[in-house]
C-alpha cells in the first residue's frame, strides 16, 4: 500500500523558514522520482521542486529556485524540502507526490503523478 505522508507546515512571517518532510512507504523508494506541489486557494496545483531516486539531480520551479532546497534521506525514505525566505505568496497547501524515475523529465506535471500524499498548509503571514 503506497502512502506518502506530509509534515512540517504551519504559520510563518515572511521571510522566515519551514522545512517539510515526505515519507514514503509501500514502493521502491530508489526507483521513484518524488515531487513537491503546492495549491494556493483559487489556484491551480503547480510543481514546486522533484528530486531524483538517487538524489543526484533536483528541479525548481521558477518561483522557488534560490529560496527552496530539497533533498532526500534514503535511509528514512523520506524527502524534505526547505523553504527559506518565504514569500505570503508561498502560502498553500503543500503535497508530495511520486513518479517512476523513467519519467523524471515530467516530474513537475500535474498530471504525470502516480501517487499523491495528504497536503500539509503552509501559511505566509506579510
Known amino acids: 500500500d503506497v502512502q506518502l505522508q506530509a509534515s512540517g507546515g504551519g504559520l510563518v512571517q515572511a521571510g522566515g523558514s519551514l522545512r517539510l518532510s515526505c515519507v514514503a512507504s509501500?514502493?521502491?523508494?530508489?526507483?521513484?522520482?518524488i515531487t513537491w506541489f503546492r495549491q494556493a486557494p483559487q489556484k491551480e496545483r503547480e510543481g514546486v521542486s522533484c528530486?531524483?531516486?538517487?538524489?543526484?539531480?533536483?528541479y525548481y520551479s521558477d518561483s522557488v529556485k534560490g529560496r527552496f532546497t530539497i533533498s532526500s534521506d534514503h535511509a528514512e525514505n523520506t524527502v524534505y524540502l526547505q523553504m527559506n525566505n518565504l514569500k505570503p505568496e508561498d502560502t498553500a497547501v503543500y503535497y508530495c507526490?511520486?513518479?517512476?524515475?523513467?519519467?523524471?523529465?515530467?516530474?513537475?506535471?500535474?498530471?504525470?503523478?502516480?501517487?499523491w500524499g495528504k497536503g500539509t498548509l503552509v501559511t505566509v503571514s506579510s
Open positions: 507526490a511520486t513518479v517512476s524515475d523513467s519519467r523524471q523529465w515530467d516530474c513537475l506535471i500535474v498530471d504525470a503523478m502516480d501517487y
Open positions: 509501500g514502493f521502491a523508494f530508489d526507483n521513484y522520482v
Open positions: 528530486i531524483t531516486s538517487t538524489g543526484s539531480k533536483a
